[in-house]
């Protein structure tokens, strides 16, 4: 068990930065995932951490020592490989032992060991395979057991339960989380899965292009984000952004947005007028967005035609174009609502995001 | 030698099925359509056939003399069936065929684990690591493999007087492997180049040094390509002549290769008979390298399973 340490860290191929200016701590047996779309750098950053790839600048420590000159065998970390890298000409219970192998592990232990994993893992009627005669959701679940027969410093997992169906992947990140309370060990996951990311992570690193855009516990990220890339990854449906103004002449700080003005408290408001220029971005939730009932308490409001109705059973999406803009709201189910028929919504400013329309930060 | 027949279908398929061939014409127009098949398709098929019967008879001629020669007392150049007797097989051994085998048992044998072994590592290292003027070094190996060895004897006979080396047929067999080094390392390493290097870093997170990875990851996936570079090798040894000749006068010391010359000028005659079975009995051992081999590669090079995508 180790804490991990990535001081400034940065790699480029060719010199194209693939992982830029990296600074990431991992306390002691905390759960990181690191989250972003696709050729972020997410795979680079675990095979620096593993060594892999040596860092074009940055320290990368362990356990409070420089790793960046240690070779992989010698940095005690276990990793499943976003691609499995299973060894095709070792059947699964060779795979999964080889580890133990290498150190010399009794025979006995080994079988028992490799035993109850793939109970664990429902791999037992395949042990005798190779990776070739098994289905990718199998294989998957091999080079995740091969991983977990160890007591490493650390755990690297590239997107360990991607292939696995729904149900398969609900017990999976059951079976982790069960792991990692029991053997507290420092683990760095990624994965595209925002569900995975918001229900197992003790924090989550969102990561866009090579850099950090934010690290945060799952509640913060959602509800605090840093910018609105940050607010627009986090959360589904997507949170809905709008561009609006700053109204320089109110008496309260005041954004114009939908041609409806929305006073602004708090820190965002003081923020918002010292602001040197009038562009902001709003960023309201869908689940924010209530259809207003015939009593209001003067909140904010705008009209809008339903261009789409999605109903998923325990709720519904509507696509409301509001002026030139689409607003996505989840609504109640059966809520009566009818394609081309005009609704307004309403929303509370204190939940309302803020951010700086030229730099995309959040404000306040 | 079986030529398969180059047929695209039987022709009584053709006529059962109207779509085929002769595109979708009505019953009356067949035989027109079947007629242009048997000029475009039939006859060049039966032409191509009848080519390579021919020329698969040049080919096995000389084998079917070689085995006919073998068991007739009184062979001669031509093909004669003969009265079947081992008498040259008798004779063959008696004038020290099975020692000469022998020889070339352990010069083959013993150059070939050490090219091997060598290329392996020197294939892995040019293959994944970096090496100063690479591109260079894999110019001049491949340059070396088609250098003829004639060339260097004479210069690696006189470096053997030196140092004492002569008449050794360990030291000789240093030399049969030398000679097969630049062809075995160019071929590991682009077998190796294949291997992904995920498997290898699978292995060294898991916590294997460089050894053990090559031994238990590397070479297990190249195997197909170790063996054929070990046959190559085999062979190459197996009836190289001139280097055991130059290299170890020693008559015990002789290889088949060298041994079997005796027949073709003792006397001042030929003995067609006792050549012919040495030279079987010469081929035996690397066809059994084949056969127990050929069950290695069938299994082919590949690496389904491991990697995703
Ligand atoms: N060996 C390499 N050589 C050149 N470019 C590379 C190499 N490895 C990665 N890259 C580039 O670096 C960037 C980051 O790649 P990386 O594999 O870390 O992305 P990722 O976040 O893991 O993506 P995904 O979610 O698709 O797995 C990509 O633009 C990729 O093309
Ligand atoms: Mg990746």
């Known amino acids: 068990m180790a804490t991990i340490t990535l001081e400034g860290v940065s790699k480029a191929f060719k010199g194209k930065p693939a992982v830029d200016g990296v600074d990431l701590s991992i306390d002691d047996g905390q759960f990181l995932i690191i989250v972003g779309p696709s050729g972020c750098g997410k795979t680079t950053t675990l095979r620096m951490l593993a060594g892999f790839e040596r860092p074009t600048s940055g320290v990368v420590r362990i356990g409070g020592r420089v790793m960046n000159d240690v070779p992989p065998k010698d940095r005690d970390l276990a990793m499943v490989f976003q691609n499995y890298a299973l060894f095709p000409h070792m059947t699964v219970a060779k795979n999964l032992a080889f580890g133990m192998r290498v150190r010399r592990v009794d025979r006995k232990v080994i079988d028992r060991e490799v035993a109850s994993i793939a109970s664990m893992l429902g791999i037992e009627a395949l042990l005798g395979r190779k990776p070739a005669e098994l289905s990718g959701g199998e294989r998957q679940r091999v080079a995740l057991g091969r991983a977990l027969l160890r007591k490493p410093k650390a755990f690297l997992l590239d997107e360990p339960l991607s292939n696995l169906d729904a149900a398969l992947r609900a017990q999976m990140r059951f079976e982790l989380k069960r792991i990692h309370a029991q053997f507290p060990v420092t683990t760095v996951y990624v994965t595209h899965d925002q569900v995975e990311a918001m229900t197992m992570a003790d924090r989550i690193a969102l990561m866009e292009g090579g850099r950090l855009q934010q690290v945060a516990a799952p509640e913060v990220l959602y509800s605090e984000p840093a910018n609105t890339f940050v607010a627009g990854f986090v959360g589904s449906p997507k949170i809905n952004l709008i561009p609006g103004q700053v109204v320089r002449d109110a008496r309260r700080p005041t954004i114009r947005s939908m041609s409806c003005d929305i006073p602004v408290d708090g820190t965002a408001g003081a923020v918002l007028a010292s602001l040197p220029h009038d562009n902001v971005v709003i960023g309201l939730r869908p689940e924010e967005l209530r259809p207003r009932r015939p009593a209001t308490g003067g909140l904010p409001a705008v009209r809008g035609v339903i261009e789409l109705i999605e109903p998923l059973g325990s709720e519904t999406h509507v696509a409301l174009r509001v002026g030139g803009h689409v607003l996505t709201c989840k609504c109640p189910p059966r809520a009566g609502l009818e394609v081309g028929s005009e609704i307004s919504v309403e929303f509370d400013p204190e939940h309302m995001k803020v951010f700086d329309g030229d730099t995309g930060m959040r404000l306040g | ?309």
């Open chain 2, 1 to 309: 030698m079986t030529v398969a027949p180059h047929r695209d279908e039987p022709p009584g398929e053709a006529a059962a099925r109207p779509g085929a061939g002769g595109g979708a014409a009505p019953r009356g127009t067949a035989f027109p359509a079947a007629a242009r098949r048997l000029r475009t398709k039939v006859l060049p098929a039966i032409i191509g056939n009848l080519a390579m019967t021919i020329i698969g008879v040049i080919f096995l001629l000389p084998l079917a003399w070689l085995i006919l020669a073998a068991f007739n007392p009184h062979a001669s150049p031509g093909v004669v069936t003969p009265r079947f007797s081992l008498a040259n097989f008798t004779q063959a051994l008696q004038s020290g065929a099975s020692g000469a085998i022998m020889n070339s048992l352990y010069l083959a044998g013993v150059s070939t684990v050490i090219a091997t072994v060598v290329s392996t590592l020197a294939g892995y290292v040019l293959s994944r690591h970096y090496v100063p003027l690479k591109g260079a070094a894999l110019v001049v190996i491949i340059f070396l493999t088609g250098l003829p060895v004639t060339l260097l004897l004479i210069p690696i006979y006189q470096i053997f007087v030196s140092i004492g080396w002569l008449d050794s047929p360990f030291y000789t067999s240093l030399v049969l492997a030398a000679t097969s080094v630049p062809f075995a390392i160019w071929l590991l390493k682009n077998f190796i180049d294949q291997v992904p290097r995920e498997f290898e870093e699978a292995a060294a997170i898991e916590g294997s040094g460089q050894f053990r990875v090559l031994l238990t990851v590397v070479v297990p996936l190249i195997m197909p390509g170790v063996l054929v570079s070990a046959i190559l090798t085999f062979i190459n040894s197996w009836g190289a002549f001139l280097i055991p000749l130059v290299l170890d006068a020693n008559p015990s010391d002789t290889p088949g290769a060298v041994g079997i010359y005796q027949f073709m000028s003792a006397n001042g005659q030929v003995q067609f008979g006792p050549l012919a079975a040495y030279g079987i009995l010469f081929s035996l051992p690397v066809i059994i390298l084949y056969l127990i081999s050929s069950r290695w590669l069938s299994g082919g090079f590949s690496f389904a399973g491991g990697i995703k995508g």
